[in-house]
């Protein structure tokens, strides 16, 4: 057995919400590991940041303005990849948003919101860029889940939602697309220092809470996110499809 399972070399792979956070990492580690990476989110700046740090490693890259909620947006990115890739092998569904407040008091614009962009945005990237792995017979996708698509914390209604949603979704995804050559499975990650959990990185009873109840007693670091991603994108998972693979410090095990 060598490293070549893992080698990337020649794939091209999508990430939404490539822009920054976990995102970032999973493009520089597909990057890292071979692929050409296009890089998708909304802000200009950050997606030229971040392809030219793929570039920087030698690899063809691109920055795609899409927004995942809206199909035409989508459908828009996808066309104009497939036009400068010729081709995408790997998709990494990651962006995604939050809103914490408990049920009762929660808004139902945010939660349109955070379904629109966890969820639904999902499947529409999904169904935009599947065919034509479909079509060559071999394909990855990897969607970006939570440790909340599994266990319950108070004021993540649409969060936990989403993510139990995406679970489900890849589930249907696998079993769909079995026989077709391309494998769909999910990332469960805990907590990670990112934008998106800033407020509970600085909130000290909470950051404390989620290392109490981690059994390995800390956040996750993002680089140790590479290891799944590339893992996933791989040959080396040519077998596995449908599961949702946690990277929690063992939180899910009780
Ligand atoms: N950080 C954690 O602890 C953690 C734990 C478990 C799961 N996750 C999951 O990991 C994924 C990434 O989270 P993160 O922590 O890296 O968050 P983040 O730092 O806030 O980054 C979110 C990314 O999503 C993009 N995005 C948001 N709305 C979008 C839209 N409508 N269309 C296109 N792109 C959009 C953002 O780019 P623009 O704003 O420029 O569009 C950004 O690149 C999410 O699915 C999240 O649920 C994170």
Redesign the pocket.
Known sequence: MTNDLFDLSGKTAVV?????????VCVMALAKAGADVAV????IA??ERVSGAVKAVGRKSGGFV????VKASVRDCVEKILRKFEKIDILVN?????HRVPVLEYPEEAWDLVI???LK?YFLVAQAVVPQMIDRGYGKVIN?????GAVALPNQLA?ASS?GGVDQMTKVMALEWAKKGVRVNAI??????????AQLRNDPERFHFINERTPMGR??YPPELEGIVIFLASRASDFITGQTIYIDGGWTIW
């Open positions: 939404t919400g490539g822009s920054r956070g976990l995102g970032e998708c989110g909304r802000k950050d997606l899409m927004d995942v909620t990651n962006a995604g948003v939050n629109a962009t966890n945005g970006m889940s939570s440790i909340l969060y993510k469960g990650p805990t907590y990670f220092e990112t934008e998106l959990v956040w996750g």
